[in-house]
């Protein structure tokens, strides 16, 4: 039997929300992702991390669920874990778990269950950042260009580099957050988040960098993205999984054509949201086929107005930045474009080295013509065809 010594940090774990929107006919902790469910995961993580006292808020009535959840995720652990029965707000649940600190904690996290893929790195950074005086949340860079609206219409611009999106656990000192928290229990006021409620009483909090992984489940979609993440790591693997990619663009528009990572100076562009590269965007169809992380348009359509105009240098490492959060490396990708122009073997070496820089993988691209048969043969645009092998490497920790 291992001697685990008496921690001073607690992980309070909040799983007594209803899960309306996930609509999954179960609270969303209790709601299965693979095997395993949302408050497994979520608990697999945090005994992953540093020891520390465990205290799981559980909804009234599923108390004996969350203890057997609890102990399967806890191993040698187990007596470091505590469920209690959390209130009819999440205010009221942190202030249940509160009360069940041990006297020797003088640090604690709290933790949504709903981030059931926190990496276990990130809970012992949050941890340690924590100081007498300071909260800390992790929290990663608002990307989307964001919008103030009202009564339907856009108002102003917001700034997004002034903004962050926060995550769990965010970590307090034990004093200052109980006394926080009797505070606003007393005044009666509702907070959107402990950081929140910790600053409301006149404390600071810092942030640290937090993680892709430790996203909230809420919707249906959130469900099925956990779940592709979690795909690699369930059948981990060196069997390669392969992907096919297809794109089409006329040639339209003005300026040169992009194709292949490459400018084509005199050449008639092709039409498109960004810059119209085909073999490019058949790469990164191929590519996220393979690792079961949606398409194209998911990640870079018309509703990402960030990528307005990108070229394939910036779609190509974005996807490979998804594949490694995602716990994959890219195997080889080969193309295939048809088209009677532009000439392209004088360029082939150019372009494979330029696409194979980025993605950190072999890339080989072929050009055929049609026999002037389709609207390839005739000149009116450019098919590409794309297939790409990904190897599963394991989740990453952040």
């Known amino acids: 039997m291992t001697i685990i010594p008496v921690p001073r940090t607690a992980i309070i774990v909040v799983a007594a929300g209803s899960g309306t929107r996930l609509a999954a006919g179960a609270p969303k902790a209790f709601v299965g992702i693979d095997a395993r469910s949302v408050l497994r995961h979520v608990l697999e993580g945090v005994f992953a991390a540093a020891p520390a006292q465990v205290i799981v808020v559980a909804p009234v009535g599923l108390e004996g669920d969350a203890e057997t959840e609890l102990r399967a995720a806890a191993g ?195 039409s498109g949201h960004s810059d119209g590269d085909a073999v490019a965007h058949a790469i990164v169809d191929a590519l996220l086929g393979a690792a079961g992380l949606g398409d194209i348009g998911e990640h870079f359509g018309t509703a990402h107005p960030e990528y307005a105009g990108a070229h394939a240098e910036v779609f190509l490492a974005r996807t490979r930045e998804l594949l490694t959060e995602a716990g994959f490396r890219i195997g080889n990708v080969s193309v295939q474009m048809q088209g009677n122009r532009p000439r392209f073997s004088p360029r082939r070496v150019e372009a494979e080295g330029v696409l194979s820089a980025v993605l950190g993988a072999p890339v080989s691209v072929t050009a055929t013509t049609t026999d002037r048969l389709g609207f390839p043969g005739r000149g009116e645009g450019i098919s590409v065809t794309a297939v790409a092998s990904v190897v599963s490497s394991g989740p990453t920790a952040g």
């Open 76 to 270: 040698e652990r187990v007596d470091l874990g505590r469920v209690v029965t959390g209130g009819s707000t999440r205010q009221q649940s942190v202030a249940a778990g509160l009360a069940a600190l041990w006297g020797d904690i003088d640090t604690v996290l709290v933790h949504d269950a709903a981030r059931a893929l926190t990496p276990p790195s990130q809970i012992d950074a949050v941890a340690a950042a924590v100081t007498p005086e300071v909260g800390v949340i992790p929290a990663l860079p608002v990307v989307d260009t964001l919008k103030k609206v009202a009564s339907g219409a856009v108002v102003a611009a917001v700034d997004r580099s002034e903004l962050a999106a926060a995550q769990t656990p965010q970590g307090f000192p034990r004093a200052l957050l109980e006394a926080a928290y009797s505070a606003a229990l007393a005044g009666g006021i509702e907070y959107t988040d402990d950081a929140a409620l910790f600053a409301a009483a006149g404390h600071s909090v810092r942030y640290i960098d937090g993680s892709p992984r430790a996203f909230k489940i809420t919707t249906p979609t959130d469900l099925e993205r956990a779940r592709h993440l979690l795909a690699p790591s369930v059948a981990a693997s060196p069997i390669p999984r392969v992907g096919i990619g297809t794109d089409v663009h006329a040639f339209g528009g003005e300026g040169n054509l992009w194709l292949a990572g490459l400018e084509w100076p005199g050449e008639q562009p092709l």
